[in-house]
């Protein structure tokens, strides 16, 4: 288990070997995670961007977000006007 202090400037040295392991570079941006109130430390590197790649990629025959967001409000317009033509044509 490696361990690190944190400085009066709120500094910590992360051990080379886990440096190594995990491509930190001097440069390399760092995600703080909570999580379960523990902080979780996720170096944001090429790997780790790449290992999100095609995540959000839709199925064959879903449709965009954009688009079914777009169909639902035109359903929800339309049962509005039609609430609305039944009130005033009374």
Do not use: C, W
């Not at 790449?50 to 965009?64: A, V, W």
């Amino acid at each position: 288990m490696a361990m690190a202090r944190v400085t009066a400037n709120g500094r910590i040295v992360i051990p080379a070997g886990l440096r190594r392991k995990y491509g930190i570079k001097k440069g390399t941006t760092l995600r703080f995670i909570e999580e379960d109130g523990r902080i979780v430390l996720q170096p944001v590197t090429r790997q780790t961007i790449h290992s999100f790649r095609g995540i959000f990629k839709r199925q064959p025959g879903e449709k965009l977000a954009t688009q079914e967001l777009l169909e639902d409000h035109a359903e929800e317009l339309r049962l509005e006007e039609a609430k609305f033509a039944r009130l005033h044509s009374r």
